[in-house]
């Protein structure tokens, strides 16, 4: 009989949390999750599935308007109820905590309720009571940033966008990155009048610097006041609502200001500095390759290692981790390859290198690259009357033709991108792109058809 209660407890119920123990237990591991709010973590509860859900809502708006173009006329002007949406959306929540649940204990896993912090390198305190565990899995994801402004407590982040119960008529959303552009995107098409303030020069900058300036164009055209190079000095009471003070002098008055200013680890309670456990600067647990930390018994995954925080990529950690410790080692996950979507109205993704990246890559070994990109109206556009333009671009090396990025902003650019995704991790080449027939009329298409290549004006 083992010494210990069981072969894994994984700290955190989440996307990676529950992938890990599950295929855990799959191998015949005998697995505890300790979870203390509801199953699924951030991407089920307050990230990727309501955001998703709020931004298909939010979308309607322009489908309806659009459908005047194509004949159809609705007697009554659309009227959209927040109340509803919400409720539904916490309904399909629900329905999915108990699924992440069922998941759990149909593969034997013993789910344990309540906080958890280490104790010593093989045992977890779960509420007073404590478990021995041979390994242990860290899985705590992250949580969002609040910036050190004042009157910051008057506002809310996405955790408390979520379950927000009336819809405000104005809001103010604080950021350039995925949270920002969703969020701002969400409350515009719901027809609350949206304001965007970010301190640098381009949204979404970790992307190629088109995807940015273009997709601030496009959610200006839809009605987002985006102000760039802007910060907030101090956010304070209103008669109704609240009065936000801007760098540029300007004084914004709004029902609602969202801090979408970046999320941390999740690391307070757990224990980790009394065990040693090496830590960044912002609370990351420091991994090896086979995503163990400083203390051999304990791994970590997902936002809370801080390398890419996005579902897919936590729970193919998840899988790695427990194949390596159960089943057969040398499964791992790749981190150049990993496409990303942005659910903005419209849509951004990209897998592979940004233009700036692939020419800073070529010019450290004496190359160059290929840029292919096109602008153009969507069909459905041309009846629709919408002034909204799709962007797709191609990155390629000139040298062995691999195409080495793949970028678009447009109607389902996650959807797109996914399929492209996996040429690109097949190493295809750009001949290869222009030797595929394309599904006419498509979007996606564009991306096998572009030939000309594009030099940027002087
Ligand atoms: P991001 O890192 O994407 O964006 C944070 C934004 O806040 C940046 O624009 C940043 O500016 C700005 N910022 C940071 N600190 C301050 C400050 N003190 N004052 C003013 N502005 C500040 O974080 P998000 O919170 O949007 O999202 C966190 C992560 O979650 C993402 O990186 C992504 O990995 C994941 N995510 C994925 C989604 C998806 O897959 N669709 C959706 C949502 C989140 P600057 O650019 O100047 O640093």
């Known amino acids: 009989m083992s010494q210990y209660d069981f072969d894994l407890i994984t700290i955190g119920g989440g996307s990676g949390g529950v992938r890990a123990s599950r295929f855990a237990a799959n191998l015949g591991a005998k697995v505890a999750v300790v979870e203390g709010a509801h199953m699924g973590g951030t991407c089920v509860n307050v990230g990727c599935i309501p955001k998703k859900l709020m931004s298909v809502a939010a979308h309607y708006h322009e489908d309806f308007e659009d459908a005047a173009g194509f004949g159809w006329h609705l007697k009554d002007k659309p009227t959209f109820d927040w109340p509803t949406l919400i409720a539904r959306k916490d309904a399909e929540i629900a329905r999915l905590n108990r699924i992440y649940e069922n998941v759990l204990t149909t593969a034997g896993v013993t789910i344990l309720r309540g906080w ?9 305190e779960v509420d007073g009571k404590h478990y021995s565990s041979r390994t ?10 609040r910036p050190d402004l004042p009157g910051a407590e008057l506002a809310i982040t996405s955790d408390e966008f979520f379950p927000l119960g009336a819809q405000p008529a104005r809001a103010l959303v604080y950021g350039g990155g995925y949270i920002a552009v969703e969020m701002a995107s969400i409350f515009n098409g719901l027809g609350t009048a949206t304001s965007l303030v970010y301190r640098g020069e381009r949204l979404v900058k970790d992307f190629d610097a088109d995807l940015g300036l273009h997709l601030a164009q496009e959610m200006a055209k839809k009605g987002v006041q985006i102000a760039l190079h802007t910060v907030i000095e101090k956010i304070e009471k209103a008669a109704t609502g609240l009065r936000v003070h801007l760098s540029d002098g300007r004084v914004e008055e709004t029902d609602c200001v969202l801090l979408a200013t970046g999320r941390k680890p999740r690391v307070d309670g757990l224990g980790l500095e009394a065990l040693g456990i090496t830590q960044k600067a912002n609370g990351a647990v420091v991994v090896n390759e086979a995503l163990c930390s400083s203390l051999p018994s304990v791994y970590a995954i997902g936002d809370l290692i801080d390398r890419m925080a996005l579902t897919p990529v936590a729970t193919s950690e998840g899988m790695v ?22 659910f903005s109205h419209p849509n951004v993704a990209s897998v592979g290198l940004s233009e700036a990246r692939a020419r800073a890559q070529a010019r450290s070994q004496g190359g160059a690259v290929r840029i292919f ?11 629709s009357g919408r002034a909204e333009k799709t962007l797709m671009k191609l990155v390629v090396d000139p040298t062995t033709d691999r195409v080495l990025g793949v970028h678009m902003v447009g109607p389902d650019a996650g959807e797109i991108v996914q399929g492209f995704a996996v040429a690109l991790v097949c190493g295809a080449t750009k001949a290869q792109f222009d030797a595929t027939i394309g599904i006419h009329p498509t979007l996606a298409e564009e991306f096998v058809t572009l030939r000309t290549e594009y030099v940027a004006p002087a």
């Open 116 to 124: 958890a912090r280490l104790v010593d390198a093989h045992t977890v």
């Open 136 to 145: 242990i899995l860290l899985a705590t994801g992250g949580q969002p940033v």
């Open 321 to 342: 981790v427990a194949e390596a410790l159960f089943g057969k080692p040398g499964r791992s996950t790749r981190y150049d390859l990993v496409p990303t979507a942005v």
């Open 373 to 383: 990109r096109s602008t153009f109206t969507p069909l459905r556009h041309t009846l």
